[in-house]
């Protein structure tokens, strides 16, 4: 099996440094500016949240269970409801796969000892714990906010002020988090990169880290300058977003959705990044198409940016806009497709090695083809306006966030947990883990679909008996997915501590990551690597002149 | 100081040239930053372009703009621009002295004109509740004012830390870069600003 070849050129040596060989456990308490402390931080604090989350979905679907509302009161459904949708999007899916991943893993990709910027980045994960306790101290200070994680006005301005106002700053403190995350990203990839690293050899998981940071630096602050009028209108009588006095609740709408539909490419660009790592190493073959999935995430990233009116088709939208909208909205379907070909061909013939990061990612392949579909349907105005606000559009996000997103950060942890801990996870115990995710998800989310089209509305706490069994089937499959998280925390907990030694490569795998130590030393190499091969060059001849795309490397790079 | 990678000496002609670079890695690092930033300017011009499209009288009657002291204040911030411009000059022929010369002005017109916006708000007659117009107008300005603010601690801070000897020279000067980048784009954002809630309201 191809090893990763990296030579060593005696110019770069380092002299002595003057930090521990190893951080202790308090470090990871600390402001500390290491990448790798950072990554760490972030992905253990949005697993934490991730079971908040998911334990508020849990009391959601057991008040579903039943047409009646008979164990939450409809304000704490609201509160739950509301608080479910913002905890899994801005402190678990977006640290998890953005933080998390991205820090820890873009400066060993691209043989950097660090970010740019150490002590930004950790002021940037810093603010996400204070956002998390203060959407909790929303629930002790009135009740939590009420109005879904779109807070849409006039809604938004006449329920629970000040859980809504806490809210408000919350979103701007994760928002302010995440763009200076960008900045960081940005940077490193542009400047940081081995002297002997095209970009055209950079791994995959940072193209798609570039897409996502532009996309975050765009987006982002319009989603501040939203909140900030919210702010004002709900605590300092403004009347931006209020129709009787001249405000206008639309312009509220545009400027989320400007934000938030790139928000969803946030949560999905990394986890392609992810998939484009995992599958080569796994089918044991180069990718297929690596400038063809690299530029479709910079075409996902630049379209995404003129679809957001596809969540407005029923907000009293001009026609002509709908057809402009709905045009955009397909188009960006195509990128999409494009990578979905490229991996399914990346497997095609390859010797698959069915390991549990492997499963994942071939899951998300078929869930996301599903929850992809859906959407295109959506992205179709005509029934879009049949759909919009059913249970059709929750089976729709929640097909492409967790067949998508989740899947991948499971794909992502089961591939770098040796790297990342020194240890191996458990593969029986990851493969039950997979099974039951699957399952819980197909049991969950599909019935939702037809839910959706009988007509049954989103974001209730009471629905018409006719709707009863198929919530009862839902309400299940939540149940298994509640299940499926325990195998999984217990593998890490477990594995963390005594798990099998992993080594430096227990992969095989020819991305730079691979070529220190499991975990990596304080600041990654005691020398800097020098690239030899394209990150992707399994299984051919002479792997080390090969270029990513196959073709070969020029002798000398710059 | 945010590094790119090492504390060691350094030794060779490759190490030197990352040090170099290390310097303008937080000049790359504000650009991108101020990108971003614009764009939350960009959203509050939008929205006040939307409610002027859409209302007949826009501002309405008991709301008008001055518009004298804003366009002197105009001309204040723009050619303070050109003066800090002239500061960071200085330091890179390494005078020291002619960039504290220009870094000071510079502070005293950013100060003249925040005094110049307290004035016009304080004369204007309507406060943020009025109606639609007097939100946005305050809101829009007050972000702007904030950030000059944040432009005026900067320049102090280079003033600051340059009574250090040998701390800006014509080698190290990113500091000083670094205030007179986010000085223009406080002025940039002035411009447009000015243009769309003032000098639109001529037409
Ligand atoms: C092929 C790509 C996709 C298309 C064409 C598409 C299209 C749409 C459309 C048209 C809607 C609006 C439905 C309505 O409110 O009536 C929607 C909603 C949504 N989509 Fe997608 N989508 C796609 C992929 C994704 C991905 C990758 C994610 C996230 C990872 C995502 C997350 C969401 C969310 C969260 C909502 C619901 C927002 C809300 O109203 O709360 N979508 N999608
Ligand atoms: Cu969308």
Redesign the interface.
Known sequence: MAQADISIKP??L?????HPDKWKWYDYFTFNVDHKVIGIQYLVTSFLFYLVGGFMAVLMRTELATPNSDFLSPELYNAFLTNHGTIMIFLWIVPAAIGGFGNYLIPLMIG???M?????NALAFWLNPPAGLLLAASFFLGGGAQSGWTSYPPLSEITANLPQTLWCVTLIMVGTSS??G???F??TI???RV?SMAWDQMPLFCWAMVATSVLA??????L???M??LL?DIN?????FKPD????VV?YQ??FW?YSHPAVYLMILPIFGIMSEVIPVHARKPIFGYKAIAYSSLTICLVGLFVWVHHMFTSGTAPWMRIFFTISTLIVAVPTGIKIFSWVATLWGGKIRYTTAMLFAVGLLSMFVFGGLSGVTLGAAPFDIHVHDTYYVVGHFHYVLYGGSVFGIYSGIYHWFPKITGRMLNEPLGKVHFVLTFIGTIITFTPMHNLGMQGMPRRVAMYDPQFAHLNQLVTVGAYILAVSVIPFYFNVIWSWMKGKEAGPNPWNAMTMEWTTDSPPII?NWEVLPVLTHGPYAYGMERADEVGPAGEPLPTSRP | MQGTVDSTPVVTGHEVAAHEEHQDLRVLGLITFLASEFLMFAGFFAVFLVFRGSHVQWPPEETEVELLLPAVNTLILVSSSWVINLGTKAIKKNDLAGMRKWFGITAAMGAIFLAGQVYEYMNLGYGLKTNLFSNCFYLTTGFHGAHVFIGLVLILGVLWRSRRANHYNDITHTGPEMAEIYWHFVDVVWIVLFSLIYLLTLI
Do not use: C, Y
Request: hydrophobic share 50%.
């Open positions: 110019t770069e380092q002299g002595g440094h003057g950097a000892r660090d740019a910027f150490p002590k930004l763009i200076l960008s900045v960081n940005l940077v542009w400047k940081m002297p630096l765009f987006a982002t602050p319009v501040a300058a939203a900030v009028l004002f300092f009588g403004t009347s931006f006095a001249g405000g206008n312009v545009h400027l400007f600041e």
